[in-house]
């Protein structure tokens, strides 16, 4: 045996599975198409590899055989992975999506950069439209799809920043040339920034361009050197003005990282620090969810419970958003699942710390929430999809208790035309919570 693993051709497929497993990562994470550049290096690395298995001799000696085999096995599987992710039929709505709003930014953007018009509202609405689509393309939580979707939210997003930029425009210049000599610099390099706008938006959009990233990168911080050496010390309004311009410089070389970074690592929004954090407070949501659902005497724990999801609440409104569609979809769907848990406790302490009405309206009412607080406790705990029994049932059981307020005479009382609302409300919010655990949304 140790004779046989000191053999050349052993030795050879370890080298040649050791390059395969190299590159594994770029496979699965890979979010383009068939015709992109870096599709067809992987497929080249990943064929010659295979061709250079198949030329191994094994001499009739079994274990090489069956070395060979494997690796040859493994090197297919990566293959059939790379091709699967260039031609999902989610990864080509994506592109779709992405190639629509290219066409979009010929038709409404770039014209206005020769006649200096202000963008419409109907773009702005159709920009959005499109980040809308894109945030809902369901991933299933494949590395490849959330990759490609994350890619082309990016850069759509930073488009639509930078149209908004450019709408707002520049403030008037403090002072004439005359009165400092600054000015006349620092007017000729935001003209140069309003240029380097149109540029960039056409480079993100992957629209053809004698421009590159590199280029761009090095006129922009020629512009940061050109302000740098103007002496504008001594007038506070050209200093203020001065630092507005070298603001908006930086904003767009921070665009320009959209189209140098690597796509597999850059755009994994399962390494993103906002992701990650919104990840950790589901988990500890989750403990307490359990304890809540386990527990025999919960009451006096609800203080407790309420406080540290309260808690988690706080935590969801301080992460960085990034402005990214899907991150902000994330921590809506996290302060939707916790607020959920916080409106079965306030529920099941008013039912175990109240008395029961005295009126009949008002008492139907109450025994109606009664019903709400134990479907509710199948709801937090139900994990499926629409087409489940379980689901089917929760659903039947919800309907009916909104039925059976419908029924409810509150005889004129306010107080209980005031609890069946209340009682209706959550119904309906318990029936859109049902239904949003259903969704197989993936960031």
């Not at 002072?175 to 620092?186: F, M, R």
Request: hydrophobic letters at 40%; a positive charge.
């Amino acid at each position: 045996m140790d004779m046989e693993n000191q053999h050349a051709s052993m030795c050879r497929l370890k080298e040649i599975q050791t390059a395969v497993k190299s590159i594994e990562q770029q496979v699965i994470g890979f979010c383009g198409l068939p015709k992109d550049k870096n599709y067809k290096k992987l497929k080249r690395i990943l064929r010659k590899h295979l061709s250079e298995i198949s030329s191994i001799v094994t001499e009739g000696k079994r274990e090489i055989r069956k070395a060979r085999k494997v690796a040859a096995k493994e090197t297919r599987s990566l293959l059939k992975e790379l091709e699967q992710n260039a031609n999902h039929p989610q990864q080509l709505e994506i592109q779709a999506i992405l190639k629509e709003a290219r066409a979009l930014v010929k038709k409404r953007i770039l014209p206005l950069y020769s006649i200096s018009s202000l963008l419409s509202d109907e773009f702005k609405e159709e920009i959005q439209d499109i980040i809308m689509r894109l945030t809902r393309v369901n991933t299933s939580g494949k590395v490849s799809l959330r990759n490609a979707r994350y890619h082309a939210l990016s850069k759509i997003c930073a488009v639509q920043e930078i149209t908004k930029d450019c709408m707002r425009k520049f403030p008037s210049v403090p002072l004439t040339e005359e009165e400092h000599p600054a000015v006349a610099k620092i007017t000729s390099v935001i003209c140069e920034v309003n240029r380097a706008r149109g540029t960039l938006i056409t480079l993100l959009m992957g629209i053809k361009s004698k421009e590159t990233f590199e280029h761009l990168s090095c006129v922009l911080s020629g512009l940061i050197t050109d302000l740098d050496a103007l002496d504008v010390r001594e007038q506070v309004d050209i200093t203020n003005y001065h630092r507005e311009v070298v603001k908006e410089i930086n904003k767009l070389l921070k665009y320009l990282d959209l189209g140098k970074a690597n796509s597999t690592q850059a755009f994994d929004l399962g390494q993103n620090h906002s992701i990650l954090k919104i990840e950790n407070i589901l988990t500890r949501m989750k403990e307490i969810k359990k304890e809540i659902l386990q527990s025999q005497n919960p009451l006096e724990l609800y203080f407790s419970f309420k406080t540290k999801l309260q808690g988690l609440i706080g935590e969801l409104g301080e992460i960085n958003l990034e402005k990214n569609p899907c991150i902000q979809e994330a921590q809506r769907r996290a302060a939707i699942e916790v607020q959920a848990l916080i409106a079965f406790i306030d529920l099941k302490e008013s039912l175990e710390t109240d008395k029961q009405p005295d009126h009949p309206s008002q008492r139907a009412v109450w025994n109606i929430l009664d019903n709400l607080s134990k479907i509710q406790a199948d709801v937090l705990s139900f994990e499926g999809e629409q087409t489940d029994k379980n689901y089917i049932l929760l659903e039947e059981l919800l309907t009916k208790q909104l039925l059976a307020l419908d029924a409810v005479d509150p005889q004129g009382e306010q107080a209980c035309k005031a609890s069946r609302k209340k009682a209706v409300n959550l119904a309906q919010n318990i029936l859109s919570y049902l239904d949003l655990k259903c969704d197989k949304w993936e960031y």
